[in-house]
T-cell receptor, first 110, second 114 residues
Framework: KNEVEQSPQNLTAQEGEFITINCSYS?????LHWLQQHPGGGIVSLFM???GKKKHGRLIATINIQEKHSSLHITASHPRDSAVYIC????????????FGKGTKLTVNP | NAGVTQTPKFRILKIGQSMTLQCTQD?????MYWYRQDPGMGLKLIYY???????DKGEVPNGYNVSRSTTEDFPLRLELAAPSQTSVYFC?????????????FGNGTRLTVT
């Protein structure tokens, strides 16, 4: 069983729709990262969470430590949001070995 | 600041050849990482370093070597390239002050071994 599962694997939306991407995990964590990988390949860190909720522009990330679940929400989606969104876990115990999900490919159509 | 700079962007190697992927960061970060990304798979950690002179293996270290002689540079060496090493390689860094510090990625190196 994978330590981290993302859903859905692929998501197609119309411009303006509210998007939710989910990340579930089975291990104790120190922190969770949400990353964005553009079609050109570059990876950008969007959020780091250890509890609660964070907001940056149209992006909102939440985490529920008890339920071992995090969500990434995009409000008023736009075609430029089309990318692969990846969650990554920093597991407890001081290890630097981040565990990555396989990513959710989001396509937002105009 | 340039952030994390990787070179080259693309490379084609023949089986058995060697090469070094360069990674440098100008943010004075302690922690540096090398990942590989295969199609449809999550990023896998090859090697990481928590500071100059200190390196450790990740999940998939076989066939690779690293060194960290300075804070800025973390080169990845491929000896005797094999087709299984065809992948996209990413270097990343973070400050390491506290658990929750953001990752900064380079733009990647697309390597093909034929």
């Amino acid at each position: 069983k994978n330590e981290v599962e993302q859903s859905p694997q692929n998501l197609t939306a119309q411009e303006g729709e509210f998007i939710t991407i989910n990340c579930s995990y089975s291990v104790g964590i120190s922190a969770l990262h949400w990353l964005q990988q553009h079609p050109g390949g570059g990876i950008v860190s969007l959020f780091m969470l250890s509890s609660g909720k964070k907001k940056h522009g149209r992006l909102i990330a939440t985490i529920n430590i008890q339920e071992k679940h995090s969500s990434l929400h995009i409000t008023a989606s736009h075609p430029r949001d089309s990318a692969v969104y990846i969650c990554a876990l920093l597991t407890q115990g001081g290890s630097e070995k981040l565990v990555f999900g396989k990513g959710t490919k989001l396509t937002v159509n105009p | 600041n340039a952030g994390v700079t990787q070179t080259p962007k693309f490379r084609i190697l023949k089986i058995g050849q060697s090469m070094t992927l360069q990674c440098t960061q100008d943010m004075n970060h302690n922690y540096m990482y090398w990942y590989r990304q295969d199609p449809g798979m999550g990023l896998k950690l090859i090697y990481y370093s928590v500071g100059a002179g200190i390196t450790d293996k990740g999940e998939v270290p076989n066939g690779y070597n690293v060194s960290r002689s300075t804070t800025e540079d973390f080169p990845l060496r491929l000896e005797l390239a094999a087709p299984s090493q065809t992948s996209v390689y990413f270097c990343a860094s973070r400050s390491g002050t506290g658990k929750v510090s953001p990752l900064h990625f380079g733009n990647g190196t697309r390597l093909t071994v034929t």
